[in-house]
């Protein structure tokens, strides 16, 4: 069976590697593109858009995919959309593996937000250091609040930095240890953090050194998303294709 991975999370990359190399399974995985030096897949890499779902539909098709795997980022919403859409248009088996979100635990302080622009303005006038751990391509709200100092974290360095007197920049990939995030935001002043519910393990320290700080947290809500048939963990990916293959195995196609 032929196995096209929607890309972009931990979990899409050790699904591939929990699949590379089983000879049941042909895999390609495929990312956005919109990080510089993504980390070695152990599949073969489809990079870049497929024009939107006709496009991934055709894609589909042209390349006889028995099954697709969306795991994309939980705020991926618009590819998510496509990946439902171009399941059905080609008749193409699709599953969804989405983390479960962050839940708020005692002593935690969450402001949420349904967009960024409301995330900008919920920080308030009064003057606050802020840590910005949003995604780089996300940033252009908080221009309209310049009279806060930012810290800004993402994977790649920020192309266009904001049009801001104070924001200094840290390039950095998770996996986050806890004590690192608590000593950056104690030295760095932090007052405030900016986040996405992204769920997982790998950024949850920054929540957690929140919490110790007492912190409050500006939460992003997560988009919604299509209701298809969705997992949370990888072996119930695998434990899902082994199925999958099983009438076709019996057939002897």
């Known amino acids: ?23 049941a399974f042909d895999v390609t995985l495929s990312l956005a593109g919109r990080t510089a030096a993504p980390l070695a ?16 539909a055709d ?34 088996k699709l599953l969804a593996l989405r983390r479960s ?10 402001i949420e937000v349904g967009t960024v622009a409301e ?8 003057p606050s250091r802020v840590f910005l751990a949003l995604g780089r391509k996300e940033l252009a709200p908080f221009a309209q609040a310049p009279q806060h100092i930012y810290l800004v974290r993402s994977v790649d360095p920020v192309e266009k930095p904001l049009d801001l007197p104070n924001a200094a920049y840290i390039s950095a990939r998770g996996p986050f240890r806890e004590a690192d995030d608590l000593a950056l935001l104690q030295e760095n002043g932090i007052d405030i953090v ?6 997982g393990d790998a950024s949850y320290s920054k929540i ?9 947290v500006i939460m992003l809500k997560r988009p919604a998303l299509p209701e298809v048939t969705s997992v949370e ?8 294709l082994d199925h999958a293959i099983a009438p076709a195995t019996a057939r002897g196609v």
């Open 1 to 23: 069976m032929r196995i096209l991975i929607l890309g972009g999370t931990a979990e899409a990359r050790q699904l591939a590697g929990a699949l590379a190399g089983q000879p």
């Open 41 to 56: 897949q152990g599949v073969p890499v489809r990079s870049g858009g497929f024009g939107g779902a006709e496009g991934l």
């Open 59 to 92: 894609y589909l098709r042209a390349e006889r995919i028995g099954a697709l795997i969306d795991a994309t980022h939980p705020y991926a919403a618009i590819m998510s959309a496509n990946a439902a859409k171009a399941a059905r248009a080609a008749k193409v």
């Open 101 to 110: 979100p962050w839940t708020q635990r005692s002593g935690d302080n969450w």
């Open 119 to 126: 995330a900008a303005r919920a920080i308030g006038e009064e």
């Open 194 to 199: 900016v986040s996405k519910n992204s769920g």
């Open 208 to 216: 957690a050194a929140a919490r110790a700080l007492g912190l409050p």
């Open 233 to 240: 963990r990888v072996g119930e990916v695998v434990a899902w």
